[in-house]
């Protein structure tokens, strides 16, 4: 999901990726409150092509489509809870939680956040910009990725891993301009909203390696949904 301080080595194990159903269930069941047509739900629709991405089962996507949008008895409300913080070394963190037991919830992550420092609403996130952030590849040859963003809308580009391009639009204008990107010889690979730091800390090895382990207990709580953190690299 929204972690953006992940290094590129991929979680394989059966539990990760049943950790990573769990969260894309969640967002599509919430998404699906706004409606179970991806067609007319901007957001429902990101949240099928990212659990397309990760190869969850189609029975799995329709479910919680169903559930989210009071289709079945059995229905579940989520909470979204948003939480700032600093991870050890004074690296600023923010954390979105979707839970159904807030009590719950609010006790793990002040026990997660004992190695770091809980803060207010507002502590960090003035320095974090909010954008939608598209990855995509190239699809046809000799396609510009600087042609390609200000034909689609895009506010900004850089490039991210293994020849693919990150286009950072407005968060409004996110799902316009991951619909414009085919046409312009792109191929979406995924699609989300989320926040990137304006000033990235850059840390020694051993720092790095204290903070990604911090950064990976807050992602594998149940009720963890994104986790952002102003970290270089």
């Known amino acids: 999901m929204g972690a953006q301080w992940k290094t590129k080595i991929k979680e394989t194990t059966a539990a990760a990726k049943g950790r990573i159903f769990t969260k894309l269930s969640k ?7 706004a409606g179970a047509d991806p067609d007319m739900n901007p957001r429902l629709r990101m949240a099928i092509e990212q659990a397309k991405k ?4 189609k ?3 329709e479910r919680a489509i169903k559930k989210g949008a009071g289709l079945l008895d059995e229905g579940v409300s ?6 700032e913080g600093f991870a050890p070394h004074r ?5 979105e939680c979707l839970t159904d037991n807030v009590n719950r919830t609010v006790t793990s992550i002040r026990m997660l956040f004992r190695k770091g420092q809980l803060g207010t609403s507002g ?4 320095d974090f910009d909010y954008l939608g952030m598209i990855e995509a590849t190239p699809q046809t040859p000799g396609a510009d990725p600087e042609a390609a963003a200000i034909e689609a809308g895009a506010r900004d580009l850089e490039p991210a891993e293994s020849g693919a391009t990150l286009f950072l639009t ?3 204008e996110m799902d316009a301009v991951a619909r414009a990107l085919p046409a312009h010889g792109f191929a979406v690979q995924s699609a989300q909203l989320g926040y990137r730091p304006k000033n990235p800390m850059t840390l020694g090895d051993v720092e790095r390696v204290e903070v990604e382990a911090f950064l ?3 992602d594998a709580d149940d009720d963890v949904q994104n986790v952002y953190a102003g970290l270089a690299g």
Request: charged share 20%; proline share 9%; hydrophobic share 50%.
């Open 27 to 33: 967002e599509i069941m919430v998404a699906a409150r």
């Open 54 to 57: 990760a190869s969850m089962p």
């Open 59 to 61: 029975d799995t996507v």
């Open 78 to 83: 989520y909470e979204k809870l948003t939480y």
């Open 91 to 95: 690296v600023p963190v923010i954390v």
């Open 123 to 126: 502590s960090v996130s003035w």
């Open 170 to 172: 407005d968060p409004t």
């Open 216 to 218: 990976e207990a807050v």
